[in-house]
């Protein structure tokens, strides 16, 4: 049992597509630089016990998703059960989706490292909506990109991708994956 003076941090890890606590998936957490091991709590909860006073840079890492980092305080300027740290991942062209989910998948050539790209379209009901990616930095991935549509979406829907500077549209299908790949040389 953690004594309660010795616990400095908790943070909740969420799955950015879905929204759900991140379970079942191995989470490796760094502090400082330094590889650490959280409890492991349910609900995609991770207990830190502790940390030394003052401010931690914390990477947050699982597979299927992006890397997150943040910062924590030690101890917290508020109430502990106030302080949890909210870490969404976002999912990386890994990640399992389901079947039902709108995608928007590729690589973006011609360029070195992690490139973001930004997605602009309208919902169904007209509302304008927008979300970020990054593609994968390095390996046999460097370069792949995958942007998952929220919302009631039409039948099909205009995209415009800016990468770069550049824009592009494209039309989603909704439920469908749509694949377009980006040469930016």
């Not at 943070?11 to 929204?19: L, N």
């Not at 790209?117 to 304008?128: P, T, V």
């Amino acid at each position: 049992m953690v004594e309660l003076d010795s616990l400095s941090a908790v943070v909740q890890v969420i799955d950015g597509f879905s929204g759900a606590p991140v379970e079942g998936v191995p989470v490796r957490f760094t502090v400082d630089g330094c590889v650490v091991a959280p409890l492991i709590k349910p609900q995609g909860y991770f207990a830190f016990t502790r940390l030394a006073g003052g401010a931690h840079a914390v990477e947050v890492e699982a597979q299927g998703f992006f890397p997150a980092r943040l910062r924590v305080q030690v101890p917290p300027s508020v109430p502990l059960a106030e302080a949890v740290v909210d870490c969404p991942l976002n999912p990386t062209p890994l990640y399992p989706f389901p079947s039902w989910a709108t995608l928007i998948r590729g690589r973006v050539g011609g360029t070195a490292g992690q490139v973001r790209i930004l997605a602009q379209y309208r919902d169904s009901g007209g509302h304008a909506r927008e979300l970020a990616t990054a593609t994968v930095a390095a390996g046999p991935w460097a370069g792949a990109y995958v942007l998952a549509l929220a919302g009631r979406l039409a039948a099909e829907t205009d995209v415009t991708l800016s990468v770069t500077g550049r824009e592009r549209t494209v039309r989603a299908a909704r439920g469908r994956i749509t694949v377009l790949n980006l040469d930016l040389t």
